[in-house]
């Protein structure tokens, strides 16, 4: 695991990602002296710690819907109540109409101002009363005066229903205000379309407010649900929904700021821990186009459109192909040869569109790329709109030739691109309108520092570990990864340590009573900065060590390192020398 200095933020990147750091004389340099190797065949998962806040939609608003009442007529398959207003009280397709009489379900299908179509045959007679919600409860789970209350004695579950409804990553609170089981080991699972994405457990610090993070597919509206086990004991008092802004990787060239990977914003979603964002890089992906071999780093950037996020063209048909119908040709422009063609004697119109293939956001700097050929006379102004009103002029052009401009990070959304000509004569044609993110110029929430892709680490040694149960920071349970560094340092050769007793007859003949020998290695750790040796420390504290994939075990809790002797060595580097025995190799005989 490297923990890496992103403006303040953590960025952690966690197995199967080997971490390296290589000596001065490396000649990929940045903010560090030295810096992670990643491997080009690996896929790296990487977790940013946050709690980002610029939700854009708040999705909870009045979340428990309920409404009650007693039917007054049978119809097969609905709910009809003469003095009902469904349609004004906000009943919606996919509610829960529960007949409290009977005790019985079914989902609304159509909704009516007096009548709600049903997916099931519920009420066969007069005078049921019924409820309609946008949630499920069910077992010991009841509403108390402002709260939700799970009791001890059986399996208790709320459920909301169809609330994430858009294609989005959407963070969740819950309000943990109360917590007590009488079955430790019985969890509080939280669950999203069906899919846990936090589990909370007596070993848990529960009482508080509970963040999480999740990408929901729009396409299959998702429920979010509060399971709680048999023994538990809880108050709920908030249940809080907020769709985010998108949330977007990028890997960028450490020498030019170059992108050359961009994670799909539906990859970034929770990770098990609450208040984090992960997504996945798969390195090789840089070696279509790449030689994979070069300095890199991630910027990630919150509150980035989708289409902005995998490099959209916001331009629809700029190569003016067809009959371009997606463009407006003012007073003399014409479509000539898949071009826009301009020849007037003065008072020409504009050349628009103002059905963009995606709109330009706010606060990003775009690349607007055309092509002038054909030129005689005049000249064009460039200019972005949002209706009327002129967000950004890029400039006048007047010459033949292909011409790329930075908008600049934009001060609001636009919806219109103008080509407005000058007011004498002009003749000249437009081709190849595009309009792309321009990346290495926009801001970012969070940047780390440089990273050295290679194929292979040589003349390193890779340590890692794992812990039964939770410990400095991680969550253990139930997780598949491992925290993995790889540095510059080696094993010294074995030696074998132990204990022997023996004994000698009367004879004289000497017998070996018991025999104990373990096999110990010196790990020396070259040159490292101090947040590598922090790290360090804390791998030998896990229950499981293994370097390069082999388990030891150190006895001793001190872990010293020593500052370099050596002339000109950076003041802030250290080289450390530990011992551990084999785990496994342990030899014994007794009563030999």
Known sequence: MATERVNNQAVKIYSPTETVFNDEDSGCKWH???????????????????????????????????????????????????????????????????????????????????????????????????????????????????EMIKTSSSIGSFKQLNILTEDALYKLEIDITSFSTTSPGDQINIKIGGTTILTLDETDNVVETQTVYAYSNGGTPFDVEIESGIGINATFSTLRVDQMSNVVFFVCKCEDDEVVYTSDPSNVTASNTQG?????????????????????????????????????????????????????????????????????????????????????????????????????????????????????????????GTYTVSTGVLTDGCDIIVFDPGTGAQTYTIDDVSAVINIENTGYTWRSDCFQLSDKHAC????????????????????????????????????????????????????????????????????????????????????????????????????????????GRLPDLSTANTELRLKTDLNENRFC
């Open 460 to 567: 390193t040694t890779k340590l890692s570990g794992t812990n039964l149960d939770n410990a400095f920071g991680i969550d253990f349970i139930g997780l598949a990864y491992n925290p993995v560094i790889r540095i510059s340092g080696e094993l010294e050769t074995p030696r074998y340590g132990g204990d022997k007793e023996n004994e000698e007859d009367s004879a004289g003949v000497s017998k070996t009573l018991y025999y104990k020998s373990e096999k110990k290695r010196n790990l020396l750790v070259y040159l490292q900065p101090e947040w590598i040796h922090d790290f360090i420390r804390l791998l030998i504290g896990y229950d499981t060590l293994l370097i390069d994939d082999v388990a030891y075990v150190s006895d001793d809790a001190s872990y010293e390192p020593e500052a370099s002797r050596e002339l």
């Open 32 to 146: 560090l002296d030295y810096f992670p190797l990643v491997t080009c065949d690996d896929t790296s998962e990487i977790i940013i710690n946050t709690t980002i806040e610029n939700e854009d939609v708040e999705k909870d608003g009045d979340m428990l819907f309920n409404e009650t009442g007693t039917n007054t007529s049978v119809v097969v398959g609905t709910l009809t109540d003469a003095g009902a207003s469904f349609v004004v009280a906000g009943v919606e397709i996919g509610m829960v109409v529960r007949n409290i009489t009977d005790d019985t379900t079914a989902l609304v299908t159509s909704v009516a101002s007096t009548v709600l179509t049903l997916d099931s045959d519920i009420f066969g007679a007069l005078a049921k009363d019924y409820s309609v919600s946008n949630y499920e409860l069910s077992g010991n789970m009841t509403f108390g005066t402002g």
């Open 276 to 400: 984090q964002l992960k997504t996945s890089f798969d390195w090789s992906n840089l070696q279509d186009g790449y030689d994979c071999q070069g300095c890199y780093y991630i910027k990630i950037i919150d509150g980035i459109s989708v289409a902005d996020a995998l490099n959209s063209d916001r331009i629809d048909n700029g190569t003016f192909s067809g009959a371009a119908t997606e463009w407006n040709f003012g007073s003399g422009w014409s479509l000539s040869s898949n071009k826009a063609s301009l020849s007037s004697a003065g008072g020409a119109g504009d050349l628009s569109q103002t059905s963009l293939a995606y709109d330009f956001s706010k606060s990003i700097n775009y690349d607007v790329t055309f092509t002038i050929s054909s030129y005689l006379i005049g000249s064009v102004d460039v200019i972005l709109k949002k209706g009327a009103l002129e967000i950004a002029n890029l400039g006048n052009f007047s010459a033949n």
